[in-house]
């Protein structure tokens, strides 16, 4: 995992919330759901860059990644159980637990996701000072 500069992360943190709403489109709603966990990474690992100077911890839990960079403490109960939710849909991107995640994704629940998503980004962008 390359360091980058902040602004590299959430570039392409923002390019992962866009392809996740493409995924969604095309009737693909597991991968818009990684792909919208991967954009909150993205964006908590350049706040941690911007925040810390360093290279952010390899980890994909959200949780962790917000509680490295101090905003664990600031998430109401809706964007924590968001964090939740994508860090747990990270993990059933493989085959033996795709299909089930595939089962529960419905068109209502990836929207829903999208959007809070990209409110989360920005919300989480605010706090870089």
């Known amino acids: 995992m390359g360091r980058g500069t902040p602004q590299e992360w959430w570039r392409v943190a923002e390019e ?3 392809f996740a709403g493409e995924a969604a489109a095309l009737g693909h709603p597991v991968w818009s759901l990684v792909l919208c966990q991967q954009a909150l990474e993205k964006t908590l690992k ?6 810390r100077g360093r290279t952010p911890p390899h980890t994909h839990d959200l949780l962790i990644l917000a509680s490295r960079t101090d905003v664990l403490h600031l998430l109401d109960a809706n964007r924590r159980r968001l ?3 994508l860090t747990n ?3 059933w991107r493989y085959p033996d ?3 089930h ?3 529960r994704s419905t068109a209502q629940l990836v ?3 999208l959007e809070e998503a990209g409110e989360v980004m920005r919300w989480l962008r605010q706090r870089e000072r």
């Open 89 to 91: 849909y990270y993990r």
């Open 83 to 85: 964090l939740v939710s």
């Open 46 to 51: 350049g706040l941690y860059l911007a925040r």
């Open 16 to 18: 992962d919330l866009t």
């Open 101 to 103: 995640l595939a089962r």
């Open 97 to 99: 637990t795709h299909e």
């Open 111 to 113: 929207s829903r996701t």
